[in-house]
């Protein structure tokens, strides 16, 4: 199993879509859990998905942490062909309760085996996200540590990023990359994720401990029943960016359109 994690908007459906892309016959399961009440994430993952189970309006580290327990034992005893199991967290999730849930659930454990933490950073704006807890701690227990976007970015500052990635996580695996895409074995198969490893740098990491998210990020979700104009749609929606775009981590949905 890969759990794929990341910072909101650093590509982590992107990264989920190429790897699907390269199933190869291959039965693949995935989970998706967004923050959000309206799922759109499970709307954009290619159908060579086997199956997809969502999660919304909560993070997979606290208030549906549950529900991905439940979910996972569910699918894995369901008798159904599974070749290989995918989670996508939040962007705000933090690894170390999911990781709990892998490594001590009887269930989870008997059906699953953690093959590695990826973590896709988003280049462009990695300075200000990794001033956050999320970002941070996504980034130190990731095996593997995708620089996303790096078209976007100079060399200088794609050296700085790599450098703090390093700073925050010595052994992780590092690879730039350009719109999410990588070849599966930079990501499948890999055998990186040491449990012995995390407990030397995080002794108490199988300890349960109340986890709540700070207060200063919410979710607004809009859902319109009459398909919109694009013309009128473009000129609001490049207003409101204009006029709250210091304030939004993260903008996403599937509109239709009038032709």
Not at 118 to 145: K, L, S, Y
Request: aromatic share 4%; charged share 25%; hydrophobic share 45%.
């Amino acid at each position: 199993m890969t759990i794929i994690t990341g910072f909101l908007g650093s590509g982590k459906t992107t990264l989920l879509n190429h790897i699907l892309g390269q199933a190869g016959g291959e039965r693949i399961a995935v989970v998706i859990n967004e923050y959000g009440e309206v799922g759109i994430d499970g709307q954009l993952v290619l159908e060579t998905a086997d199956t997809i189970v969502e999660l919304n309006n909560g993070c997979i580290c606290c208030t549906v942490r549950g529900d991905l327990v439940k979910g996972i034992g569910d699918l894995m005893t369901s008798g159904r062909a599974i070749d290989r199991l995918i989670v996508e967290t939040s962007g705000l999730a933090d690894p170390a309760p999911v990781i709990q849930s892998f490594v001590l659930d009887d269930v989870l454990k008997a059906h699953v085996q953690l093959d590695a933490i990826v973590t896709v950073a988003d280049a462009r704006h990695f300075a200000i996200q990794i001033g956050r807890d999320e970002a941070r701690e996504q980034v130190a227990f990731a095996d593997v540590v995708l620089i996303n976007k790096t078209d976007l970015e100079n060399t200088a500052s794609l050296e700085r990023t790599e450098s703090e990635v390093r700073r925050l996580n010595p052994l992780a695996r590092i690879h730039r990359v350009r719109g999410g895409a990588v070849a599966r074995e930079t990501v499948l198969d890999i055998g990186a994720f040491d449990l012995k490893n995390l407990l030397a740098i995080e002794p108490d990491l199988l300890e349960d401990h109340e986890h709540e998210h700070s207060d200063d990020i919410g979710c607004v979700a809009v859902t319109i029943a009459e398909p919109l104009a694009p013309d009128l749609f473009n000129v609001w929606f490049s207003r409101f960016q204009q006029e709250r775009g210091i304030d939004l981590l993260r903008t996403k949905g599937v509109r239709a359109l009038l032709v």
